[in-house]
């Protein structure tokens, strides 16, 4: 079957708009859908670029790991791209019936395409890897990214009593006590800087860190709150999610031997497709319920190769539509 579709060919370049062919559901828990929303996240990028862990390397491809589509029977549904199917960044394509829940039929479907996958990381990191209790404290490194800001949103909702967000760009950190975090620390290079304002956001007496920077920042803000903290006895659970400012950390022996510092990922094989999935439903009712918000940035699909080069707006997340 012949559609059209955002087709990767070359990994240092841009999808392109153009034909492409979809091949039939090869079973019955396959199913074709037409693509209503697709979100353009940071994860879809990577992995058309050949950059992410997951990536195998084939070409051409289809990119998207998640979206909105209408079924045959013309129900409406969110679903999980599976790895090995064409992407949903197209006009159609097939899903496994498995990795989808049904939407109401007036859901917005493009503040569900928008939200899910940053919202997913935050929801099952403290709702299935480190379950939070009513009341802990919750450190977000890199809040002022979209998943970030979304971190924020999560972490209060789910009964965090106190949230700090960390990040660089202060303008986006002026705004995060607007969506639930209770102090910021604006994050530089100076790592005596960074332990002065982590000491005095609190920080150091966290409950649990999502860390979406890695790299620099997290060795540094590590070796920081341990120093910093008032009980080292006292549980920190490090979970790492992102990886924004490098793929490695130089992280002292000691850190892990004069603390109670539990350090975990939190992603595609740290966690099992079937645990996304539980979550799936009351993850969208949230969402669909406004109790978490989003700013979403409509494209059309026929404009991919602009959309994908386009700056992204902060705090806006693009997602494309037929």
């Known amino acids: 079957m012949e559609i059209r579709a955002a087709v990767v060919s070359s990994f240092d370049k841009p999808p392109r708009y153009e034909p492409f062919d979809l091949p039939a559901p090869s ?27 997951t990536s195998t390397g084939k070409l051409p491809m289809v990119p998207g790991v998640d979206g909105v589509g209408r ?23 097939v899903i496994d019936r498995r990795r989808s829940v049904p939407l109401p039929d007036d859901a917005d479907v493009v503040k569900i395409a928008a939200a899910m996958n940053p919202a997913m990381s935050s929801w099952v990191a403290l709702r299935r890897r480190v379950p939070i209790e009513t009341g802990q404290s919750v450190l977000i490194l890199g809040a002022t990214g979209n998943a970030g800001q979304m971190a924020v949103q999560v972490a209060k909702r789910l009964g965090a009593g106190r949230v700090v967000g960390a990040g660089r760009d202060r303008a986006r950190l002026a705004a995060l006590p607007g969506i639930g975090a209770d102090a910021t620390v604006a994050l530089t290079d100076d790592a005596d800087a960074t332990a002065a304002a982590l ?36 549980a920190l659970n490090w979970i790492q999610i992102g990886a924004v400012a490098g793929p490695t950390i130089e992280l002292p022996s000691v850190a892990l031997r004069s603390a109670n510092l539990r350090l975990q990922g939190n992603g595609q094989g740290a966690v099992s497709t079937r645990t996304y999935l539980e979550e799936l439903p009351a993850l ?13 940035r409509p494209v059309p699909l026929a404009e991919v190769e602009t959309a994908w080069t386009a700056p992204e707006a902060p705090g806006v997340r693009t997602v494309l539509v037929p």
């Open 284 to 296: 969208v009712e949230e969402i669909e319920s406004g109790g978490l918000a989003v700013t979403a």
């Open 71 to 93: 079924g045959e029977d013309g129900r409406l549904l969110y679903f999980v791209a599976d790895d090995d199917v064409v992407g949903p960044m197209a006009t159609r394509t």
């Open 27 to 53: 079973d019955e828990d396959q199913a074709l859908v037409d693509v209503l929303a697709v979100g353009l996240h940071p994860r879809v990028r990577t992995g058309a670029s050949g950059s992410h862990y």
């Open 199 to 234: 000491a005095a956001a609190a920080a150091a007496e966290v409950d649990l860190v999502l860390d979406y920077l890695w790299g620099r920042p997290a060795g540094d803000a590590i070796m920081a709150l341990l120093r910093a903290r008032a009980d080292r006895g006292r």
